[in-house]
């Protein structure tokens, strides 16, 4: 267990009280008050601020630049990706080398901006520590230039923003379309929680089916479904075809994840993360909790740094949301079922369902009431509060 992601955990469960209040309110804003929940977590890590509606002009800009950032990483988005010779060309040649200049300006500027006021707050002895103050007081060990400081911060909030949203969203799709799943969750949570809590990373252990929901969403709708592309460090040979060092390789995380390695791949089950027999892909979770054997968060030296946080984040709030709410699909005025379809998602780097109509009810009075206490009590505890 990281000891560093397990020190973030206080954070987390403050942002995921605001979550669970937010999706009480208005549970139709599902796709604002997610990523409010991913963008404020990271903005809390990274910068030592808070992020209270997801609608504060820095914020609208930094999400601006992961936006942008998505789209154009994402495969074919230029022509020069298909005809690499294009790069030869002149930047007054090459309107796609002038769009990238003009956006790294942008987002090199937000950076600065976002570091310039860390660097302020700690003149004035105000600066809760987060990640940009740790690299500001030893960027000496680390050897970077403050640029490069600015970038190492600001590219994990550009990957972990949308990222965990993006993931809950298919949770919440999951739901949707299976209730026994939904019932198997809530059993599991109301047993081990009990009715005067709220689930927290105490229960983690003992919540086996919450973890499985968890991996079994992220390998039947991986975020990055085309992968990350990397470049070969050394000359390869894959299936007889020679590849050369420097290629652009994209590990396919939508086939990977549906190998025979998982029988009827289509199908959200997360028993395949359960049962100790075939056709479970290892060990049970129950006694195997940190096997991950699926590649949602990348591989070998470029894995996703942020997975274990990521990870935390996805097994809490699948937790408190099962023990919050049921989740349904929608009726229309005459009492019949609106559809929601299982594979209309968005194109591009990262993936997540295309917003559809669904119910978010409470349970109950009790757990709404226990919602809104804990929300009191987090705004009262916040370390940041005003901030």
Known sequence: MSSAATSYQPVQVLESTRLLYDFLRTPAEYENHLERYSSGLIFRLGFGKTIKTGNEELVRRIMHVVHTVERVASPGAYLVDTFPTLMCLPAWLAPFKQELGRLHKEELGLFRQLQDDVRQEMKDGKAPQCWERTFLEDQAEYGLSSDEGAYVVGTLFEAGAGTTAAAMMSFLLAMVHHPVWQARLQHEIDTVVGPQSIPGFNHMPSLPTVRAVVKETLRWRPVTAGGVPHQLVKDDVYNGLFLPAGTNIHANQWAIHRDNLYPDPETFNPARWLEPRYP???????????????????????????????????????????????????????????????????????????????????????????VERAMREAETEDPLAGR
């Open 280 to 370: 479970t892909y290892r060990e049970p979770l129950t006694t195997y909790p940190t096997i991950q054997n699926f590649s949602a968060f990348g591989f070998g030296r470029r894995i996703c740094p942020g997975m274990n946080i990521a990870e935390r984040s996805l097994n809490l709030l699948v937790a408190r949301i099962a023990w919050a709410f049921n989740i349904s699909k929608a009726r229309d005025e005459r009492g019949r079922e609106i559809a929601v379809p299982l594979y209309d998602y968005t194109s591009g780097f990262n993936v997540q369902p295309k917003r559809f109509t669904f119910d978010m009810k409470a349970r109950s009075e009790d757990k709404a009431r226990m």
